[in-house]
């Protein structure tokens, strides 16, 4: 089952501009990990955010975490069209290692 | 970072055969692979944990005796999708986790059952 939602489902931002996204969870975690995913293909990994982290940089990409409200953003700063992509959360809940998803941003960046 | 491959890259089969797809790491053991499957514009879903030498593990829901996963080595994981439906038909992706928190993705497979 999935572990929460994500929003916006889709966003259309103009190259330049800075493209936020947010996920929510409902159980306790190890860490939140954000992948992209480019159309039909696998995912790469952008960040991973373990709980005792509140935020997190990696290049023009920033992770905040916040675990008293079950939530996390990613912030793309300076948008490119090659940002055009699903982005997705995952909890790690425990010492299985599994992956809970979330539903996905569909990010369009506009040349 | 590590390489995690899928073979192959895609299937089409008919409806009532079985098909399977490996999932392979390629520079570095994996005790622990993972399989999922995403629907078209949806999420990805976990189906199983696989541990090398021990019997996979499914999430609920997920039929064990139609999803067959083997995990006979460190560096490879199968999945044998048995008597395959149209209903069958998504993307299959893989992951492996070797030492590390992260886990890396294959590209997937996708599997078209007419």
């Not at chain 1, 373990?50 to 948008?79: C, F, P, Q, W, Y």
């Not at chain 2, 390489?3 to 089969?13: D, K, T």
């Amino acid at each position: 089952s999935q572990q929460g939602e994500e929003d916006p489902q889709a966003l259309s931002i103009q190259e330049g501009e800075n493209a936020t996204m947010n996920c929510s969870y409902k159980t306790s975690i190890n860490n939140l990990q954000w992948y992209r995913q480019n159309s039909g293909r696998g995912l790469v990994h952008l960040i991973l955010i373990r709980s005792n982290e509140r935020e997190k940089h990696s290049g023009r990409l920033r992770v905040t975490l916040d675990t008293s409200k079950k939530s996390s953003s990613l912030l793309i700063t300076a948008s490119r069209a090659a940002d055009t992509a699903s982005y997705f959360c995952a909890t790690e809940r425990d010492s299985s290692y599994k992956l809970i998803f979330g539903s996905g941003t569909r990010l369009l960046v506009r040349p | 970072g590590a390489v995690v491959s899928q073979h192959p890259s895609w299937v089409i089969c008919k409806s009532g055969t079985s098909v399977k797809i490996e999932c392979r790491s390629l520079d570095f053991q994996a005790t622990t692979m993972f399989w999922y499957r995403q629907f078209p514009k949806q999420s990805l879903m976990l189906m199983a944990t696989s541990n090398e030498g021990s019997k996979a593990t499914y999430e609920q829901g997920v039929e064990k005796d139609k999803f067959l996963i083997n995990h006979a080595s460190l560096t490879l994981s199968t999945l044998t999708v048995t008597s395959a439906h149209p209903e069958d038909s998504s993307f299959y992706i893989c992951s492996a986790r070797g030492g590390h928190d992260e886990q890396f993705f294959g590209p997937g497979t996708r599997l078209t059952v007419l």
